[in-house]
C-alpha cells in the first residue's frame, strides 16, 4: 500500500481474514438434539441399568433381591436394610420413624425439624417430641425417671426407616425382652452380640445393632408358646 492510498478500516480486514460463518439451519441443530436424547436414555436407561443387574445377579444374590429376610417356613418378613416397628414386649425396638405414619417406604423422609424447634422436644397433639419419647422408652424398659438414654431411642432419622439401633439402645432394651421370652438378660445379650456391626470399615460411623435380623434370630432360640 502506497502512502497516498487511505487505509482500510481494520473491520473490513477482519471480515476478510474471518469470513462470517453461515447461520446454521433448524434441521442441523434439532437432528442432533434428539439424537442425543435418545442415545443417552438408551445408555443410563437400559444399558447401564442391564449391566448392573447382570453383575448383581449372580454376585450379590442377596442384594439385588432387596436383602429380604424370612422365617424358617420360607415367609417374607422384611428387608435387612428398611426399619418396620415391633410393638410387643419381647421384641427389640427400632429407632422413632417420622415416614409418613411411621416406618412408611413409599413416605420416607425425616422431620425437617431443627435443633432449637420447641415441637422437636415438647412435641404436638399430632406429634411426639423427645420429651414424650423419651419417658415412653423409661416406663417400657423399667428404668428410672432420670436415667441416661441413647439419643437414637427418642430421636428420628433422616430417612424414618433406619434399620438399626446403637448397642447402648439394645442393652436397655434386652432386660425387657428377656423378662417377656422367659431367659436370662445375659441369654439375649449373646444373641444381641451376634448382630451388633463394629464401623464401616473399621473407622466409619459407629457400631449399631440390626434389629430385624436380631428379632428374627431371638424367634428361633427363644420362641414364645401362645
Known sequence: MSM????????????????????????????PAILGVLILTLLTGVVFPLALFAVARPLFRLQAKGSLLTRDNGEVVGSELIGQNFSRPEYFRPRPSAA?????????????LGPNNPK?????????????LAEEY??????????????????????????????????????????????????VQRVVAKHTKPPQFGFLGSSRVAVLPLNLDLDRAFPIRR
Open 4 to 31: 497516498g492510498e487511505p487505509a482500510e478500516p481494520a473491520e473490513s480486514t477482519a471480515r476478510q481474514v474471518f469470513p462470517a460463518a453461515p447461520l446454521a439451519k433448524l434441521n442441523d441443530q434439532i437432528r
Open 120 to 132: 422437636l422436644v415438647n412435641g404436638a397433639s399430632d406429634f411426639a417430641g423427645i420429651r414424650q
Open 138 to 187: 423409661r416406663e417400657q424398659n423399667g428404668l428410672a425417671p432420670d436415667a441416661d438414654i441413647p439419643i437414637d431411642a427418642v430421636t428420628r432419622s433422616g430417612s424414618g426407616l433406619d434399620p438399626e439401633i446403637s448397642p447402648e439402645n439394645a442393652a436397655l432394651q434386652a432386660t425387657r425382652v428377656g423378662r417377656a421370652r422367659g431367659v436370662s438378660e445375659e441369654a
Open 100 to 112: 409418613g405414619n411411621g416406618y412408611e417406604t413409599l413416605n420416607s423422609g425425616g422431620t425437617n
